[in-house]
């Protein structure tokens, strides 16, 4: 059983297009997570929620709005997307009340190409 | 601020040479320390994590010591496997907060 699940793998799509990225986890975590990884493979935190709340937003454009309908799914949407805006975009979660040595648990990614 | 700084790669090795891929950190507190392992194509997998000073995290032939005198996590194996080939990033998690921080990353090849 997938415990992170990221949909779609792959996305492609033109400058200007509005896009939305899925996650759901199975591992009953309360807190979830995105990461964007560039093409350096460098990773940075975008956004965290815990139990659907907000908790962590990074310095990422408003055209990136987080959703979370339930503790069990995160979804990204983003706006108007920009060459920029390419990259391998990761969702994760983990338990919280293990906070401090509790790993983070990843989906596959999802390959974001805007042209 | 937080940070974690990772050798930077790529690094190349023969099947059944030393691997070391050295990671230093800066950080508030005592954070916990964390090796993640990234194969072609897929999301990041825990590989071993320390939570305390001289804490040894060990999995799958690899290791790494929490030292607290050096902010250091270095990763080592003793014989890497062409099966190891992937990008490795070392992580912090300070205190009480959530998310990780995550160094640049290191490819590794490993040739037969």
């Known amino acids: 059983d997938t415990a992170v699940s990221q949909t779609p793998k792959y996305l492609v799509t033109q400058m200007g297009n509005d896009k939305s990225i899925k996650c759901e986890q199975n591992?009953?975590?309360?807190?979830m997570y995105w990461y964007k990884q560039d093409s350096k493979k460098f990773l940075k935190i975008m956004f965290s929620?815990?139990?659907?709340?907000?908790?962590i937003n990074e310095t990422v454009p408003n055209r990136f709005s987080p959703k979370s309908p339930d503790k069990a799914h995160l979804n990204l949407h983003i706006n108007s997307l920009e060459l920029g805006d390419s990259a391998v975009y990761f969702c994760?979660?983990?338990?919280?009340?293990?906070?401090?040595?509790?790993?983070?648990?990843f989906g596959n990614g999802t390959r974001l190409t805007v042209t | 601020g937080n940070s974690v700084t990772q050798m930077e790669g790529p690094v190349t090795l023969s099947e059944e040479a030393f691997l070391t891929i050295n990671c230093t950190y800066t950080?508030?507190?005592?954070?916990?320390l964390f090796w993640y392992v990234q194969y072609p194509g897929e999301g990041l997998q825990l590989l071993l994590k320390?939570?305390?000073?001289?804490d040894k995290g060990s999995n799958k032939g690899f290791e790494a010591t929490y030292r607290k005198e050096t902010t250091s996590f270095h990763l080592e194996k003793g014989s890497v496997q062409v099966s190891d080939s992937a990008v490795y990033f070392c992580?912090?998690?300070?205190?009480?907060?959530?998310?990780?921080?995550f160094g640049s990353g290191t490819q590794l090849t490993v040739l037969p």
């Open positions: 929620y815990n139990n659907k709340e907000l908790i």
């Open positions: 950080a508030t507190g005592y954070p916990s």
């Open positions: 994760a979660s983990s338990r919280d009340r293990d906070r401090d040595n509790s790993p983070l648990h």
């Open positions: 992580a912090l998690r300070p205190g009480s907060a959530r998310q990780l921080t």
């Open positions: 591992l009953g975590h309360d807190t």
């Open positions: 320390a939570t305390k000073a001289d």
